[in-house]
């Protein structure tokens, strides 16, 4: 973050209360945050679309970008093919045309890429919003045969939004327009459902595994990242009928960094403040918030310093709270059992570049979990056990934007060569990292 928008933040957050001008002070400053945030981070574009995938052998709690429960998927094609590599490689030519803020869901065996933004889009050191034209094209990858198949493409464009897997179906949310679209990509049949009511900048998806609803169909819900008033921007996606309805208000009030989890159960939420937001580039308290049949039960008032842009992810018996912006991030993680929060990798221990600097990694974007790992900027996370793995750089490519677990490959497509450039890519790269250790 420059000195001059780090001092503005400083400034916003004084700590001596937060009257109608100072709320604007600080919408405008997190704005210019979430701005310089993603040309930084050179992902997600303006309209971040955080992207959760179902991974295999986990849920994505926050699924969106995106968490995890004790749920198991289909596990991908295991042996010598998904032996750990020390690089990036290319992955095959992709039937679809370039897009940025597109839309990746993991099935089990194949990638299913879906939606976005074709080009001309907004470059990354731009000041602009978005320009790019919604898609509706849709494509899956097998990584096993390293071939992809083009799908029929979507009723209606997509454009950025969150993907999920749904047990038999990818449920795909558009999300500025809020259209939602099922996707059976063994027969390439869509079906167009409810729309979910409102948009979102930032946001993503949890799902809920059927073994933890009545009807016995997967569910999922769609969470904001932000909460400006007293009513609900979450919203509850039923599979068995197709329809959204809202979730009960959370306990707390303004709030931004919001990220859910479905974990033992329960739907997880972790929110900060308004006031804390705005100096959270050096570390503030967040909220955590257990939902219990129709009521929120705030469980900790005050997690340990985190910072801007925390995922909350569940891996085996612990929430991690996963770090995905800017240096000194913290990955902390969370023990339901004790009810304790330790950090289980130090916020100084990765790659030393910053994030636009010409030597710096291959920035990941949004949170998200493989059977062993969570992506975590620049950086692979993991808490069991505690260990932590500096991904290797991808040069000449600003934003590979989508991010998704096949397996234990991680699989990287679409986005921007440049930070000045205006026309995305259709190239992509997989990596399997080693295990945690």
């Known amino acids: ?62 699924v969106g970008p995106d968490g995890r429960d004790d749920q198991t998927r289909p596990a991908g094609p ?55 034209t919604p898609s509706a094209q849709a494509a899956a990858y097998d990584p096993a045969a390293d071939t992809w198949r083009l799908l029929p493409p979507a009723p209606q464009p997509l454009g950025p939004g969150f993907g999920a897997w749904l047990g038999d179906r990818a449920l795909l949310v558009g999300a500025a327009s809020g259209v939602t679209l099922l996707l059976d990509p063994a027969t390439g049949t869509w079906e167009q459902v409810q729309d979910v009511p409102g948009h979102v900048i930032d946001g993503g998806l949890v799902v ?4 933890d609803v009545k009807d016995g169909a997967d569910d999922a819900v769609r969470f904001s990242y932000d909460k400006r008033g007293t009513a609900s921007p979450d919203y509850r996606f039923d599979g068995a009928t197709g329809t959204w309805a809202p979730l009960p208000a959370d306990p707390f009030g303004e709030s931004y960094d919001r990220s859910m989890a479905w974990f033992d159960g329960r739907l997880w939420l972790l929110s900060m403040a308004a006031e804390n937001h705005v100096g ?25 310093d985190l910072t801007q842009g925390q995922w909350l992810i569940p891996q085996g018996d612990l929430l991690v709270a996963a770090e995905n912006s800017d240096p000194p991030a913290r990955n902390q993680a969370y023990d339901p059992a004790t009810g304790t929060w330790r950090e289980f990798v130090p916020a100084d221990h990765g790659h030393p570049g910053l994030p636009d600097a010409p030597d710096a990694g291959c920035l990941l ?8 790992w969570i992506t ?50 259709n190239d992509g790269l997989v990596w399997v990292p080693r295990r945690p250790r």
Do not use: F
């Open 78 to 132: 295991s042996g010598r093919d998904v032996a750990p590599t020390g690089d990036w490689a290319p992955i095959a030519a992709s039937p679809l045309a370039g897009s940025a803020n597109a839309v990746g869901v993991w099935t089990g065996t194949e990638l299913v890429v879906a939606g976005g933004e074709e080009g001309p889009v907004c470059p990354p050191i731009a000041d602009c919003y978005r320009s790019g």
């Open 365 to 372: 974007g949004a949170a998200a979990a493989g059977p062993a």
């Open 280 to 304: 959270a580039y050096d570390g503030k308290p967040s909220r955590l918030a257990v939902l219990e049949g129709d009521r929120w039960r705030v469980v900790d008032p005050a997690t340990p």
């Open 208 to 211: 809920i595994p059927s073994k």
């Open 376 to 425: 975590a900027g620049d950086r692979l996370v993991s808490a069991l056990p505690p260990d932590a793995l500096e991904v290797p750089r991808c040069p000449g490519h600003a934003a590979y934007q989508v991010v998704a677990w096949a397996g234990e490959r991680l699989i990287l497509w679409g986005g921007l060569p440049a930070q000045d450039s205006s026309e995305p890519v």
């Open 1 to 62: 973050m420059d000195d001059r928008l780090h001092e503005a933040l400083r400034a916003a957050a004084a700590p001596r209360g937060v009257d109608d001008a100072d709320r604007e002070r600080m919408r405008a400053a997190v704005a210019a945050a979430r701005h310089r945030r993603s040309v930084r981070m050179t992902v997600l574009g303006a309209v971040a679309a955080v992207l959760v995938i179902v991974a295999a052998g986990t849920v994505l709690g926050v």
